[in-house]
């Protein structure tokens, strides 16, 4: 018997990832923007593509569980640490620290971030002000996708 007829099996994802329809990117800042592939809401977690054509300074953030990346094109470091993230590296972030996301290229940079848990964004004083978990991923869909024709419900494509 095919998985796929499992009577309580959960279907595939099987997508583009770099998408044709430029509307799939959802925008998060200026000229930042993430691509969802799977929202995950039974484990809590979501993995996306970033995709940023800007440099400098994007977030300062900590993340209470695990993150792993990895660098599709163009560059990004954390200004706490001596590495560069480029085009084909693999990132492993353990969870705890605060760190400040920073891109020095204005080319294209795109990374896929498999990201647990939440990120909770910080000031320049470590107080929190902000964090991103896979609900409000979700919902940050629903509005651009309604917004730009496809629907709110499209982001269920994406949701397990
Ligand atoms: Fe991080």
Redesign the pocket.
């Known amino acids: 018997m095919a998985a796929s007829a499992l009577p309580f099996g959960i279907p595939d994802l099987v997508i583009k990832a770099i998408p044709e329809d430029e509307r799939l990117w959802v925008p998060q800042a200026p000229n930042v923007w993430f691509r969802p592939l799977f929202l995950n809401t039974v484990a809590g977690e979501w993995i996306n593509l970033l995709r940023v054509r800007r440099a400098g300074v994007l977030s300062r ?3 209470p569980a695990p ?1 792993h ?1 990895y660098v599709i094109k163009g560059s990004w470091r ?1 200004l706490e640490h001596d590495w560069t993230a480029v085009e084909g590296t693999y990132v492993f ?1 353990p969870p705890g ?1 605060i ?1 400040t ?1 920073t891109v020095d290229n204005a080319d294209e940079m795109i990374t896929l971030f498999h990201v647990c848990g939440a ?1 909770i964004y910080f000031d320049e004083n470590h107080k929190a002000v902000g964090y991103d978990d896979v609900h409000r991923k979700i919902e940050m869909c629903q509005k651009h996708y309604e917004e730009v024709g496809l629907g709110a419900d499209y982001v269920k494509n994406f949701i397990r």
Do not use: D, K, M, S
Request: proline fraction near 0%.
């Open positions: 953030h900590r993340h993150v990346g954390y972030e620290e760190h996301l990120l």
